[in-house]
């Protein structure tokens, strides 16, 4: 090796030498889809509908500087110190003030502030988490929660949704099934509202049932709510933190999507034995939460009210929302549906079963266009029929421009299938895979279909040239 260049790359013969070292749990670790996907968010030439990414470039550049100016003026030894695990006060102040937007009233010695609202996933995991033991969640599921649970070896049992979210027949199915077999779950995970993936919302009524499950059997329950505040329409409804109060809940959120992910704080509140067991397991994990950012979102709060962004993002998002609608209904063939979020930065849409969105994605990116691939969503290979599409981060004309790359690449699929079968099937998703109610009608004659016998065999011979890219898979 010349001296300066790079090292080359791991063979296949470096990493066997490696392999006897590794931890059991990395033989279930799997890389997040969303990570391997945001190496193409960055390829200039690819409309990318796959990130969560809200979309900074509408925070002004000279806010940015004026309150960093302060930060370094009024606070720079401290920002650029160490902090308490828990928090700077001044920030849990700040989080306060949010949680009272969302109509809870909240002790800020009762907060941790954590990076993200993933890291406070991650302690949950690892406050409550063994190698075996049940997490119930949602099916779909948030996709960046499943490598952590799978990091931790949980068993991760998903429960259906609708368009009210978690069905809570269901989950009572679920949680006596498990009861037979001496089981019971260490938590329950929802995002209740305009859910990441589903772009769904938990009813009211079904917030009060699960709480009141969540006590009558005495489970906790992750409430994960980065969204609730990135409301479009409708009325906002009660968290199931102010409904339970905090005995069976934990809470957790984040400034990512009404401020920035790039300052990585989040912050979640507990039962206070969880909340003290979650802050000793940070302290091993990072000491503490970014002492610069928590001292620049002080700042922001400080210089004004901080609603009035949120509401410019929400005005942004509502009508990026609209023209994603607006295009598949005018782009996508009429086999497929998708929902119809109130808020949120999702859309989740549901192709006919014998389509691959594996697949489908290494065609899409044939024509510089990406999107999440259901199976993301799920731990045991369902939603392979599914898509996610992100309508926060690119300006309108280019949703408008991906909708139409997509609905083509599907259109194609579609066709293919009708020659095949030698007619136009009326193969609308499979919604026993893919249960979340959709927006679009079923067909014309509002007829749902079972899926064709020899479906599973046509999506064979329907598989998508291979990859030529390494694209992110579920
Ligand atoms: C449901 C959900 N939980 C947690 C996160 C993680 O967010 P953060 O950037 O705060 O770590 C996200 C991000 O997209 C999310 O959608």
């Not at 109509?103 to 690892?126: A, R, S």
């Not at 979650?278 to 950012?293: E, F, N, R, W």
């Not at 992100?390 to 579609?414: A, H, K, L, T």
């Amino acid at each position: 090796m010349n001296p300066g260049s790079r090292p080359p790359r791991s063979t296949v013969r470096d990493i066997e030498r490696y392999a006897s070292l590794f931890a059991e749990r990395t033989q279930v670790m799997k890389s997040s889809a969303m990570r391997d996907l945001m190496a193409l968010t960055e390829r200039e030439d690819v409309i990318s509908l796959a990130g969560g990414l809200p979309d900074t470039s509408t925070f002004p550049p000279e806010s940015y500087a004026s309150l960093m100016r302060t930060v370094a003026t009024e606070c720079c030894a401290r920002a650029l110190q160490y902090g308490p695990t828990e928090g700077f006060s001044r920030l849990k102040r700040c989080i306060a003030e949010v949680m009272s937007a969302e109509g809870m009233e909240i002790d800020p010695d009762d907060l941790l502030v954590t990076t993200g609202g993933q890291q406070v996933i991650d302690l949950v995991c690892k406050t409550l988490i063994d190698p075996g033991d049940v997490i119930v969640a949602e099916a779909p599921t948030y996709p960046g929660a499943v490598p952590t649970f799978c990091a931790y070896q949980a068993d991760v049992v998903q429960v259906t949704m609708d368009r009210d979210g978690m069905r809570i027949d269901q989950l009572l199915e679920t949680l006596d099934e498990l009861d037979r077999t001496g089981r019971r779950p260490k938590f329950i995970y929802t995002v209740p509202n305009f859910h990441n993936p589903a772009g769904v919302t938990m009813s009211l009524q079904r917030r009060r049932d699960l709480v009141r499950i969540a006590a009558e059997r005495e489970l906790l329950v992750l409430e994960d709510n980065p969204y609730g505040l990135l409301r479009y329409e409708g009325t906002p409804l009660p968290t199931l933190r102010s409904l339970d109060g905090g005995e069976f809940v934990i809470y957790a959120s984040t400034f990512s999507k009404i401020l920035s992910p790039g300052v990585r704080l989040g912050w979640t509140t507990a039962p206070p034995p969880v909340l003290q067991k979650m802050s000793i397991g940070k302290q091993s994990a990072d000491l503490c939460s970014s002492s610069v950012s928590q001292c620049f979102v002080a700042a922001y709060f400080d210089s004004g009210p901080w609603h009035e962004y949120v509401r410019s993002l929400i005005e942004i998002y509502r009508r990026r929302r609209d023209v994603m609608l607006d295009s598949l209904a005018e782009h996508f063939p009429r086999e497929a549906e998708w929902t119809h979020p109130e808020g949120g930065l999702f859309i989740w849409a549901t192709m006919p079963a014998y389509i691959d969105t594996n697949d489908l994605l290494a065609r899409a990116l044939e024509e510089h266009v990406a999107f999440v691939p259901g199976r993301a969503a799920f731990v045991d290979g369902r939603g392979g029929s599914a898509m996610r599409l992100n309508f926060s981060g690119v300006g309108e004309d280019d949703i408008r421009e991906g909708i139409r790359r997509i609905g083509e690449v599907v259109r194609e699929q579609v066709d293919l299938y009708d020659t095949l079968t030698g007619a136009r099937a009326a193969a609308m998703p499979q919604t026993g895979a893919d249960p979340v109610t959709a927006h679009r009608q079923r067909s014309a004659g509002g007829e749902e279909r079972e899926p064709l016998q020899e479906d599973a065999e046509l999506a064979k011979v329907l598989r998508l040239p291979a990859k030529r890219k390494r694209a992110g898979s579920g």
